[in-house]
């Protein structure tokens, strides 16, 4: 019989190369991360080959992503472990293990988590041995965690952002507890590196640089729940994307809360720009995302690389959430509209073909018909490609839930409406103008509803179906745009 394992004696590089039924469970968990977590996998992975002996078939688990990119790429993570750990992924509730990985950014984000709790209720009734657990934003708030304890006693396992890298752990005490474990933390200041990662396209990825965000804009949640800003270490950030070229990645999105910050705390500093020319030179790579930028240091160096790359799409979000100064202001953005506007022409100067998004919230706190004039004065001018339109959701402990004059229901469901519209209505007169044109695509997937179509997305992110088989997914070609259908394009190979 082959000999056990001692973890101990493992370098982080090559764990994800061991084998987990061979590690030595019997002896005390290594200190060191990410040891520690295989440690974990490899013994949650004896329990869930006792229980699913018992039961005569394998024990399923989903996960369920809310909220924004760095969620879904959390969840790849989750997944990740799960794996390791042998359950069998489903995209089906009806499963041994759900976990929801949580968005806080709006209310309207946790209503629908407290709504489907009960359905997740209704299922574990069903089925005793059912687990349930909780993780992401939305767990750092100390108001839901009280709610958690006090009203939704099924769930077994709540753990938070900054303890994600413990989930090993934390699941294989609760597969062999029946208490509701609580595990969220204030802060951490950990990288852990090097934990395995399932991910969902194998074609494409995202891939953190930063996590936590400094701003503090006034209505915003996200430096509460995500913690202060860390940089990854470039040659981290390096070696994940080498290795996701040599499987296969040719599109990958660099993701941080403000990526323009990125690397300012390392001594000497590294820069946005310097880290994209480095990511730039991997063979293999073919296209290269980031998401989000902040105006209000946008650099002009950030503006040069891009216009030199090959490689780095020609898409630029660029949230502007107010048209007005004065808002602008009293949400700690730092920018104004003159600014925003000068920025978009030097990027739309350097770049002229250049797709140009933008996020949005009409009613915050103070906001004016005619402050919401500049915020419709502004759309006209840039005219955004695409634009997220949001109502403004006052979330407890940020500065803007102070802020008297909150705008009433009505008058913020009407600015909203009208907003939209204009939004509409103008990406729909940008998207007219590549009819005509070739333009590369990136094939991803069959199409849902005609299995003689395959769907890709431009490089400005838009899809487009055109017919095709399932031999181009994941590879990008040159693609005749025929047809708009206002949110989408058809075209041919
Ligand atoms: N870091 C990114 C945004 C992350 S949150 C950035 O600064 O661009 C994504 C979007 O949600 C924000 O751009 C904002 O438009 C919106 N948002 C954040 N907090 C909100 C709130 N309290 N109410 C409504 N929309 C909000
Ligand atoms: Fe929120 Fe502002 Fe940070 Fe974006 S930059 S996550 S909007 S605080
Ligand atoms: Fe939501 Fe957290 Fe992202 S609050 S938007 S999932 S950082």
């Not at 004016?368 to 004065?377: G, I, K, R, Y």
């Amino acid at each position: 019989m082959d000999s056990y394992i001692d973890l101990k004696n493992i370098t982080a590089e090559e764990l994800k190369h061991t084998d987990l039924d061979r590690v030595d469970i019997d002896c005390s968990p290594p200190d060191l991360e990410p040891q520690r977590q295989y440690y974990f996998m490899a013994k949650c992975r004896q329990i869930v080959k006792a229980q699913s002996e018992r039961l005569g078939r394998p024990l399923y688990a989903c996960i369920q992503t809310f909220g924004c990119q760095m969620n879904a790429r959390d969840s790849e993570k989750l997944d990740g472990i799960l794996e390791a750990a042998g359950f069998v992924r489903t995209a089906d509730e009806q499963a041994d293990f759900v976990i929801y990985n949580t968005c806080t950014v709006r209310e309207n984000a946790n209503n629908k988590v407290y709504g489907r709790l009960g359905y997740l209720h209704s299922l574990k009734n069903k089925n005793p041995d059912m687990r349930i657990a909780l993780c992401g934003c939305m767990m750092q708030e100390p108001a839901v965690i009280e709610k958690l304890k006090k009203s939704y006693r099924f769930v077994n396992l709540v753990f938070g952002t900054h303890n994600i890298y413990k989930f090993a752990e934390l699941l294989s005490q609760s597969l062999e507890s029946d208490r509701m474990i609580v595990d969220v933390w204030e802060e951490t200041d950990q990288i852990v590196e090097e934990l395995p990662v399932e991910r969902k396209f194998p074609f494409k990825s995202g891939v953190n640089i930063m996590f936590g965000c400094n701003n503090f804009c006034s209505y915003c949640i996200v430096p509460y729940v995500r913690g202060r800003e860390r940089s990854r270490e470039p040659k981290d950030i390096l070696r994940e994307i080498k290795r996701l070229a040599a499987d296969g990645v040719v599109e990958v999105m660099l993701l941080g809360q403000n990526v323009n910050s990125y690397g300012k705390t390392f001594d000497p500093p590294v820069t946005f720009a310097e880290l994209l020319q480095e990511v730039e030179k991997i063979d293999g790579i073919e296209r290269i995302r980031f998401m989000t930028s902040h105006p209000k240091d946008l650099s002009d160096e950030l503006i040069d690389v891009m216009r030199q790359s090959k490689k780095i799409c020609r898409h630029l979000h660029l949230p502007l959430q107010s048209g007005s100064s004065r808002i602008l202001q009293k949400m700690n953005r730092h920018y104004d509209q003159e600014q925003y506007l000068s920025l978009v022409e030097k990027v739309r100067t350097a770049m002229p073909d250049i797709a140009i998004t933008t996020d949005l919230i009409v009613g915050f706190p103070g906001e004016t018909e005619e402050d919401f004039l500049e915020t419709m004065h502004v759309v006209k001018k840039v005219g955004f490609d695409s634009a997220f339109t949001f109502i403004y959701s006052k979330r407890t402990g940020t500065p803007a839930a102070q802020m008297e004059d909150q705008v009433p229901e009505e008058t913020v469901k009407n600015r909203f409406d009208r907003l939209l519209k204009e939004v509409q209505e103008i990406s729909a007169l940008k998207a007219e103008r590549l009819v005509g044109s070739v333009q590369k695509v990136l094939i991803e997937s069959i199409n849902d509803h005609d299995p003689s179509l395959v769907t890709g997305k431009l490089d400005n992110n838009s899809v487009v179906h055109l017919s095709g088989t399932a031999e181009l997914i994941g590879k990008i070609v040159p693609v005749r745009i025929t047809e708009c259908r206002g949110f989408y394009y058809y075209g041919t190979l």
